[in-house]
């Protein structure tokens, strides 16, 4: 048996829900078959409901196997260089920089800016992986490895629920600049299908099985020397959707060799600004409401010295 105290961050939150994460590698249903069993008391009284909402405070009693039971154990603390563009309790914004991975990939990388951003808040007293059940920092959207720009970090599980479903009601303006190869029109506003593949993702104008709609809009801001300088918004949130839509339209991110541009040197994209345009209640976020964040590009900032 194990006795488990509801924190903050494990609050506000299903039964089942929190057990799937806190108990380690127990199947589905073996745990709800546990409820009904009465494996599970919660401040003193058996639930068999799974649906039941857990409360700060509230105390767990467990009877399941010591092997579903996370072991102790220590934060690996890694590196903890970030570029930090805005911080306060609740949240943390970060200039991801070219070539780091958010989250840790197929080919095992370990130094990622997930790790960076844990150990930084581990090393200031923000994070106590020990003190916590269900939760630990994590990122709200998320940014291709060689796409830069602004991602946001949430400190707390509140933050992580509201930011994820502004993200999703579109109430989180997110604007991308880009280098494109060739010169374009003054303003798209482009709609087409996407599909994802093995390796990388294809764009039709219409739609196919397993396809999904995708809407770009974009506005010249300089053109030279063959390319032009892109503010670009997503309407639609799809994996490569700027890369490959742009590319649809001959048009691909300067750099860019897996979808088409000739050019040299490195893809030029970034999450550049940020605005925070809530419709409905933000609860403890609604101090960010109007709030915008901007960060300096350095292909967009020597776009019009460029000889390339």
């Known amino acids: ?12 939150q299903r039964l089942d829900k929190f057990l799937m994460k806190y108990l380690t590698g127990i199947p589905e249903s073996m745990l709800y078959k546990s409820l009904r069993k009465n494996c599970v008391r919660v401040n003193g009284k058996h639930i068999k409901d799974g649906k039941y909402m857990l409360q700060s405070g509230d105390t767990l009693k467990l009877y399941f196997n010591d092997e579903f039971f996370p072991a102790a154990h220590d934060f690996e603390i890694g590196e903890s260089d970030i570029d930090i563009v805005y911080e306060d309790e609740n949240l943390i914004l970060i200039n991801k920089p070219q ?3 958010v989250h840790s990939d197929d080919r095992g990388t370990e130094d990622t800016l997930l790790k960076r951003m844990q150990s930084y808040l581990y090393r200031n ?3 106590n992986p020990r003190e916590e059940h269900s939760f630990s920092p994590a990122f709200c959207n998320r940014l291709d490895r060689n796409t830069s720009g602004i991602i946001i970090g949430a400190k707390n599980a509140t933050t992580l629920r509201i930011i994820n ?3 999703k009601n579109r109430e989180i303006k997110k604007l991308y600049l880009c280098i ?3 010169y374009t029109e003054k303003s798209g506003h482009l709609s087409a299908y996407l599909k994802r593949g093995e390796k990388k993702v294809s764009v039709t104008d219409t739609q196919s099985e397993n396809s999904k709609l995708i809407k770009t809009n974009y506005t010249t801001l300089a053109s030279k020397n063959g390319k032009s300088l892109l503010e670009v918004e997503i309407e639609t949130g799809r994996t490569h959707q700027i890369r490959a839509q742009m590319a ?4 691909p991110l300067s750099g860019d060799k897996k979808y088409g541009s000739k050019s040299g040197g490195n893809m030029k994209l970034a999450s550049y600004k940020l ?3 809530f419709i409905d209640d933000a609860g403890i976020l609604n101090y960010l409401n109007g709030k915008e964040f901007q960060i300096t590009v350095d292909f967009a900032s020597t776009f019009s010295i460029e000889n390339s």
């Open 1 to 12: 048996m194990r006795e488990v105290i509801i924190n903050d961050n494990d609050a506000s």
């Open 99 to 101: 070539g780091i991975v």
């Open 125 to 127: 007293g923000e994070y």
């Open 165 to 167: 479903e502004k993200i």
């Open 180 to 182: 494109v190869d060739g």
């Open 248 to 251: 649809h339209i001959s048009h």
């Open 275 to 277: 605005r925070f345009e």
